[in-house]
Nanobody
Framework: QVQPVESGGGLVQPGGSLKLSCAAS????????MGWYRQAPGNQRELVAY???????SYADSVKGRFTISRDNAKNTVYLQMNSLKPEDTAAYYC???????????????WGQGTQVTVSS
């Protein structure tokens, strides 16, 4: 069983910065895709950013130029540096870790428990 554990959330003023971390531990093969999603009250969970094992990245349009995703493959850890935060970034942020494909199916697909980010003055 793989358990991604997030950290780094909190309360920040508009224009401020936060860095989220997510470490995936357990008996597993190296993650293929690691990503961050967020969910605000009353909204559906949405993709914020993801990064592949090769380092390719993708971002939601709403965070491009402000957020940066990175990973440390040796530690099975993914990071999300969030700059120029806005009140609309307020949400619970969830880490997602996907294993490699094996005969057309992901070997695993795990979620963290979430960490709250609140942007408010």
């Amino acid at each position: 069983q793989v358990q991604p554990v997030e950290s780094g959330g909190g309360l920040v003023q508009p224009g401020g910065s936060l860095k989220l971390s997510c470490a995936a531990s357990g008996r597993m093969s190296s993650p293929d895709v690691m990503g961050w999603y967020r969910q605000a009250p009353g909204n559906q969970r949405e993709l914020v950013a993801y990064i592949t094992s090769g380092g390719s990245t993708s971002y939601a349009d709403s965070v491009k130029g402000r957020f940066t995703i990175s990973r440390d493959n040796a530690k099975n850890t993914v990071y999300l540096q969030m700059n120029s935060l806005k009140p609309e970034d307020t949400a619970a942020y969830y880490c997602n870790v996907k294993g490699p494909f094996f005969f057309g199916r992901r070997t695993y697909d795990y979620w963290g428990q979430g960490t709250q980010v609140t942007v408010s003055s």
